[in-house]
């Protein structure tokens, strides 16, 4: 597609309850990366894809929340149990190989609400 | 890739004028990017410079470095409403893969 796009744009969720966004990355972008932003904030590295590959997860804040590529296109984030301290926009962004490796192309992000 | 630090953290001007921001980081780079951040358009890119780079124009974007410094000016030249945003410098490149975003510059340009 024309640029990176993410569903859905905005989710209201009860706390407990489970939560999967999905990004949908630049046709042809090896790399993928999630990132969580606060309120008033800048966003934070929450994990990295090449292709299939998980290469990093470092920034994956509990073990409820979970990420997968399994075919190294679309990727679905999964917050499992949700609690307040998610509410967050969830932003992915795709690159591009080599030199163009350095710039992220960022999706519009899905507004994560939890009551 | 490791976390710029944007000065001001706000800025509001008339429409028109010129708007500078001001970044610093701790360590050495590869390259320095910036960012915008908007309702409308979302997390965008604006610009990179390498770090052999001194200055770099785009429209009207104006990015310098000053690697002995540590830093980095973003200036946007003849403003306009629609530059209202969050803006944020970004070190990257080498062999780190991920972004580090400071809390940016949030600039109002006032119609």
């Known amino acids: 597609g024309a640029g990176v796009s993410q569903s859905p744009r905005y989710k209201v969720a009860k706390r407990g309850q489970d939560v999967a966004l999905r990004c949908d990355p630049i046709s042809g972008h090896v790399s993928l990366f999630w990132y969580q932003q606060a309120l008033g904030q800048g966003p934070e590295f929450l994990t990295y894809?090449?292709?299939?590959?998980?290469?990093?997860k470092s920034g994956l804040p509990s073990d409820r929340f979970f990420a997968e590529r399994p075919e190294g296109s679309v990727s679905t984030l999964k917050i499992q149990r949700t609690q307040q301290e998610d509410s967050a926009v969830y932003l992915c962004?795709?690159?591009?190989?080599?030199?163009?490796?350095?710039?992220?192309?960022f999706g519009p992000g899905t507004r994560l609400t939890v009551l | 890739s490791q976390q710029g630090e944007e000065d001001p953290q706000a800025l509001s001007i008339q429409e028109g004028e010129n708007a500078t921001m001001n970044c610093s980081y701790k360590?050495?780079?590869?390259?320095l990017q910036w960012y915008r951040q908007n309702s409308g358009r979302g997390l965008v890119h604006l610009i990179l410079i390498r770090s052999n780079e001194r200055e770099k124009h785009s429209g009207r974007l104006r990015v310098t470095l000053d690697t002995s410094k540590k830093s980095s000016s973003l200036l946007i030249t003849a403003s306009r409403a629609a530059d209202t945003a969050s803006y944020f410098c970004v070190e990257s490149g080498g062999s780190n893969y991920k972004l580090t975003f400071g809390k940016g510059t949030l600039l109002t340009v006032n119609p």
């Open positions: 360590t050495s780079i590869n390259n």
């Open positions: 962004a795709s690159t591009g190989q080599g030199v163009s490796a350095d710039t992220q192309y």
């Open positions: 894809f090449q292709n299939e590959a998980q290469l990093d």
